[in-house]
């Protein structure tokens, strides 16, 4: 039975008739309501056109809506949750935790997102038992029905849809349709036939439309419904199973007899980036730890590296790193690097550092602003950018560890400097230079970009002007004519246009044709056995021309993110969880 348009109950359950049917009173009494939640105790962000029903119970430590997404009457939000545009969270949802929605997600009514999860011990009641938050991430252009329950620590990729009262305890890749309990793959969604879901995947939520999703890799505008990159996907998934069966060996290959240290490749000193790269290489391709040691001993070594006094990690055989005048060492060495890949590493072994990152923890805002202004845009926006990097990941690490990221203000000074610094004209911070054209530039911003906007899950700024300033640089035959692509350039290109596709569609055509030539030549790069080479530098710097455990976990990366644009990254059957993860990092401090 349809309900007058001037109930105040109809918005609460269909809000979506809000925009076009609400009298000025009602939009008065939204605005009121939005504004008692900006200024409550979480930290909240909404996008334009939101709506948050008044009966439902909205007590975030972070909430993040994206434009046009809304809350419906009696749901249950709490924890830190991030919506991109054009999601719905239907009537007496649940929605706990940690919790990360794509865009265009539909969360059909009386469906439970839990991103947290309680101990079971024996030795402690339950309600004493300490909570554990994973987290979940659902992707982009994602339908899941009424009465379904998604368990912490579960990632449901892209363009899935999940049927009516299943219970999802695993991941689901891209493009499944998935029910039951526990939720098991039906089919894949772009199977011919796909159009009708019948009443087991009916969602009981209304306006069901998605929003459109770059990257689809079909052509929507053709009759012929087969795939627009066919031969890459057989490419993709021959690459996948080949490079996940010679994994082993390619990590005994740079194992060091007698150490238990792994080096880049045979005939050079053991790192600590070596044994991080081993743990990456390892979870992404086999899901498992690097196979000479168990996890404890991976945990154990990687543990005892850092600093304490510090909480810096030096190079294996170094003297403890001296922090630079805002916390991390101004030269980009090993130190700033192991901030990002021993924290990684760590954390896909399920654990962390030991201690907070002192250096970084103790920096006040003035301190940190005027360092920023002090750092080497103009002439070396790559290294500037790198420094970034390293700050704010250590600042990301002190807050999961549950320490002050710095001192009060400092963090928001960070970003609050980045936005004021960015260039309007081509959303970077830097110039280009005569010798290297917008290189510097260019990669300075794909590791600032990564440490802070991306690992935080905030939006950039100026995304299409970035666009632009990435894509005439990839055009720069001097880093990108055929044999001269390394993977510090294609990631550093890819990365940023990935990201930016998250906020904009701006030639959106011309990134899938680079990413598909990129992709098709990163795929002939792998060597038998031996992994992917970095590739060449015009200074002879760094791993080269021979294959190891650097140029490997970046070009499997990067792979990733190519496939990802073109809609094909479902193929591969892993996605990045540490240093190149997608998603934001998982912040601290999670509800129970």
Same mark, same amino acid.
């Given at each position: 039975?349809?309900?007058?348009?001037?109930?105040?109950?109809?918005?609460?359950?269909?809000?979506?008739?809000?925009?076009?049917?609400?009298?000025?009173?009602?939009?008065?009494?939204?605005?009121?309501?939005?504004?008692?939640?900006?200024?409550?105790?979480?930290?909240?962000?909404?996008?334009?056109?939101?709506?948050?029903?008044?009966?439902?119970?909205?007590?975030?430590?972070?909430?993040?809506?994206?434009?046009?997404?809304?809350?419906?009457?009696?749901?249950?939000?709490?924890?830190?949750?991030?919506?991109?545009?054009?999601?719905?969270?239907?009537?007496?949802?649940?929605?706990?935790?940690?919790?990360?929605?794509?865009?265009?997600?539909?969360?059909?009514?009386?469906?439970?997102?839990?991103?947290?999860?309680?101990?079971?011990?024996?030795?402690?009641?339950?309600?004493?038992?300490?909570?554990?938050?994973?987290?979940?991430?659902?992707?982009?252009?994602?339908?899941?029905?009424?009465?379904?329950?998604?368990?912490?620590?579960?990632?449901?990729?892209?363009?899935?849809?999940?049927?009516?009262?299943?219970?999802?305890?695993?991941?689901?890749?891209?493009?499944?349709?998935?029910?039951?309990?526990?939720?098991?793959?039906?089919?894949?969604?772009?199977?011919?036939?796909?159009?009708?879901?019948?009443?087991?995947?009916?969602?009981?939520?209304?306006?069901?439309?998605?929003?459109?999703?770059?990257?689809?890799?079909?052509?929507?505008?053709?009759?012929?419904?087969?795939?627009?990159?066919?031969?890459?996907?057989?490419?993709?998934?021959?690459?996948?199973?080949?490079?996940?069966?010679?994994?082993?060996?390619?990590?005994?290959?740079?194992?060091?007899?007698?150490?238990?240290?792994?080096?880049?490749?045979?005939?050079?000193?053991?790192?600590?980036?070596?044994?991080?790269?081993?743990?990456?290489?390892?979870?992404?391709?086999?899901?498992?730890?690097?196979?000479?040691?168990?996890?404890? #001993?991976?945990?154990?070594?990687?543990?005892?590296?850092?600093?304490?006094?510090?909480?810096?990690?030096?190079?294996?055989?170094?003297?403890?790193?001296?922090?630079?005048?805002?916390?991390?060492?101004?030269?980009?060495?090993?130190?700033?690097?192991?901030?990002?890949?021993?924290?990684?590493?760590?954390?896909?072994?399920?654990?962390?550092?030991?201690?907070?990152?002192?250096?970084?923890?103790?920096?006040?805002?003035?301190?940190?602003?005027?360092?920023?202004?002090?750092?080497?845009?103009?002439?070396?926006?790559?290294?500037?950018?790198?420094?970034?990097?390293?700050?704010?990941?250590?600042?990301?690490?002190?807050?999961?560890?549950?320490?002050?990221?710095?001192?009060?203000?400092?963090?928001?000074?960070?970003?609050?400097?980045?936005?004021?610094?960015?260039?309007?004209?081509?959303?970077?911070?830097?110039?280009?230079?005569?010798?290297?054209?917008?290189?510097?530039?260019?990669?300075?911003?794909?590791?600032?970009?990564?440490?802070?906007?991306?690992?935080?899950?905030?939006?950039?700024?100026?995304?299409?002007?970035?666009?632009?300033?990435?894509?005439?640089?990839?055009?720069?035959?001097?880093?990108?004519?055929?044999?001269?692509?390394?993977?510090?350039?294609?990631?550093?290109?890819?990365?940023?246009?990935?990201?930016?596709?998250?906020?904009?569609?701006?030639?959106?055509?011309?990134?899938?044709?680079?990413?598909?030539?990129?992709?098709?030549?990163?795929?002939?790069?792998?060597?038998?056995?031996?992994?992917?080479?970095?590739?060449?530098?015009?200074?002879?710097?760094?791993?080269?021309? #021979?294959?190891?455990?650097?140029?490997?976990?970046?070009?499997?990366?990067?792979?990733?993110?190519?496939?990802?644009?073109?809609?094909?990254?479902?193929?591969?059957?892993?996605?990045?969880?540490?240093?190149?993860?997608?998603?934001?990092?998982?912040?601290?401090?999670?509800?129970?």
């Amino acid at each position: 039975m349809n309900q007058p348009a001037n109930d105040d109950g109809l918005f609460e359950h269909c809000p979506w008739l809000f925009a076009a049917q609400a009298s000025e009173e009602q939009r008065a009494a939204q605005e009121q309501r939005q504004k008692r939640l900006l200024v409550g105790p979480g930290a909240v962000r909404l996008g334009a056109d939101c709506f948050v029903a008044e009966t439902a119970a909205v007590h975030p430590d972070v909430l993040h809506l994206g434009d046009r997404s809304y809350i419906a009457a009696h749901a249950y939000v709490t924890g830190d949750i991030r919506t991109g545009a054009d999601c719905t969270i239907n009537p007496f949802a649940v929605v706990r935790g940690t919790v990360s929605l794509g865009e265009g997600v539909r969360v059909g009514a009386h469906t439970s997102l839990l991103g947290f999860n309680h101990g079971t011990a024996p030795d402690l009641p339950v309600h004493r038992q300490p909570v554990t938050s994973r987290g979940i991430t659902v992707g982009d252009d994602v339908w899941i029905g009424s009465h379904v329950v998604v368990l912490d620590g579960v990632t449901i990729g892209d363009h899935c849809v999940v049927g009516a009262g299943a219970v999802v305890t695993k991941d689901l890749p891209a493009w499944t349709v998935a029910a039951g309990n526990p939720a098991r793959r039906i089919r894949d969604r772009r199977e011919a036939g796909g159009g009708g879901w019948g009443p087991a995947l009916q969602s009981g939520g209304a306006r069901e439309d998605t929003a459109p999703i770059l990257g689809k890799p079909y052509d929507e505008h053709s009759a012929d419904p087969r795939p627009a990159f066919a031969d890459l996907a057989e490419q993709l998934a021959a690459f996948a199973a080949t490079a996940r069966a010679e994994t082993p060996g390619l990590l005994d290959r740079c194992r060091q007899p007698g150490t238990g240290h792994y080096v880049d490749r045979p005939g050079v000193q053991p790192t600590v980036r070596a044994h991080c790269d081993a743990v990456e290489i390892a979870d992404l391709l086999l899901r498992d730890v690097p196979p000479h040691l168990a996890a404890a #001993e991976h945990v154990r070594r990687l543990r005892a590296l850092q600093d304490p006094a510090t909480g810096l990690v030096p190079e294996i055989g170094a003297a403890p790193p001296l922090p630079g005048p805002a916390g991390v060492p101004d030269e980009d060495g090993a130190a700033a690097y192991h901030v990002l890949c021993v924290g990684y590493a760590l954390d896909l072994l399920g654990s962390s550092f030991a201690h907070p990152v002192h250096a970084v923890r103790t920096t006040t805002a003035d301190r940190l602003v005027r360092h920023l202004a002090a750092l080497p845009w103009r002439e070396s926006a790559w290294h500037a950018g790198a420094w970034v990097d390293s700050w704010a990941t250590a600042a990301h690490w002190n807050l999961r560890l549950g320490a002050e990221a710095a001192a009060p203000g400092a963090l928001e000074a960070l970003f609050g400097w980045l936005h004021t610094h960015a260039d309007p004209w081509t959303g970077m911070w830097g110039s280009p230079t005569a010798e290297a054209g917008r290189l510097q530039m260019v990669n300075g911003y794909y590791r600032l970009t990564r440490g802070s906007f991306a690992q935080f899950g905030l939006p950039v700024p100026y995304a299409e002007r970035v666009v632009d300033t990435v894509l005439d640089h990839a055009r720069d035959p001097r880093h990108f004519a055929p044999g001269r692509e390394n993977a510090c350039n294609v990631l550093d290109v890819i990365h940023p246009l990935w990201f930016c596709a998250r906020q904009t569609t701006h030639r959106s055509e011309e990134t899938r044709a680079w990413a598909a030539a990129q992709l098709t030549a990163a795929l002939r790069r792998w060597h038998p056995g031996r992994g992917f080479a970095f590739g060449p530098t015009p200074d002879g710097s760094g791993p080269g021309r #021979e294959p190891g455990l650097q140029g490997t976990e970046m070009w499997l990366a990067i792979i990733w993110l190519l496939a990802d644009v073109l809609g094909l990254a479902d193929v591969l059957g892993y996605r990045p969880r540490g240093i190149h993860r997608p998603e934001p990092a998982p912040a601290a401090g999670k509800p129970s």
